[in-house]
């Protein structure tokens, strides 16, 4: 199982449809994925799944309880039959102090237990694991970007934006988590600035940005709003396709991990 987060400090970048529109995508390829929506706001979980979890079946339960509490007993199924999610509930906001007060073998022993399905006497064999990351960087945080095996990091083009790339960037080397690359989100081709933009960050960090961008769409947002994937929404016209692009772009660049 590959465990790739989407990650970026500042919210609004499109890290929730990215991660939803992907493990669809994967999903239409055979893929079992595991979604696992590590923001309180519950936004991945809300789309996928008909019910949300209580408080005793949160990710946060994960993290402050025992090693015995494992994920399988936090695991849902998805409207996907491909798709599994594990969700963190609102408590998670605040959870970062009691987890930070446990030792740190605890702690350890905890995000060991995320690779859980990677154990021989587990039925479930995901080939995927998508976490959606919030954008507050706190120990909860940091310590889940740290089990990943690599980080995708959208963004919006804009000069305050580009140069924030450097502190994710930072924080990132800090986990001592690998980054795969960033995506350009909501990429508006009919504009002179995005498209000059682009050109200087790609310039910028070359091979660390991902040939695909995401582009600024209706189609996007209102499948969103549907609650539907891009695909499913328009499947056949380019904003949607563009999520398929992004895949394949993924998991050739994991190939390796």
């Given at each position: ?17 990215i991660?939803?529109?992907v ?14 929506d ?22 946060e ?16 199924k ?15 906001n ?13 702690r350890?022993e ?19 694991c ?30 305050f934006?580009i ?36 050109k ?27 609650r ?30």
């Amino acid at each position: 199982m590959k465990m790739i987060a989407c990650y970026n400090n500042k919210g609004g970048v499109g890290k929730s449809t990215i991660v939803l529109n992907v493990a669809h995508s994967l999903a239409k390829q055979g893929k079992r994925v595991l979604v696992m929506d590590c923001d309180g706001q519950q936004n991945a979980a809300r789309f996928l799944c008909d019910t949300l979890p209580d408080a005793d079946h949160g990710l946060e339960r994960l993290l402050l309880a025992s090693p015995t509490f494992t994920p399988t007993a936090i695991q849902m199924k998805s409207r996907y039959d491909m798709i599994d999610v594990i969700a963190a509930t609102p408590a998670i906001n605040d959870a970062a102090a009691k987890y930070s007060a446990q030792s740190e073998r605890l702690r350890k022993e905890q995000l060991e237990s995320l690779r859980e399905w990677e154990k021989p006497w587990v039925a479930v064999d995901y080939d995927f694991c998508l976490l959606d990351m919030p954008p507050a960087l706190n120990c909860i945080t940091e310590a889940l970007l740290s089990v990943t095996d690599g980080v995708i990091v959208p963004i919006e083009l804009g000069s305050f934006a580009i140069q924030g790339v450097t502190r994710v960037t930072e924080a990132l080397n800090r986990c001592g988590a690998n980054l795969l690359g960033c995506i350009v989100s909501k990429f508006d081709r009919k504009n002179s600035a995005d498209v000059e933009l682009l050109k200087q960050f790609r310039a910028q960090i070359g091979n660390k940005l991902f040939d695909t961008v995401i582009p600024q769409s209706k189609i996007i947002k209102n499948s969103i709003s549907y609650r539907m994937t891009a695909d499913e929404y328009m499947g056949w016209l380019e904003p949607a396709k563009a999520f398929d692009n992004l895949t394949s772009e993924l998991i050739s660049e994991t190939e390796g991990l």
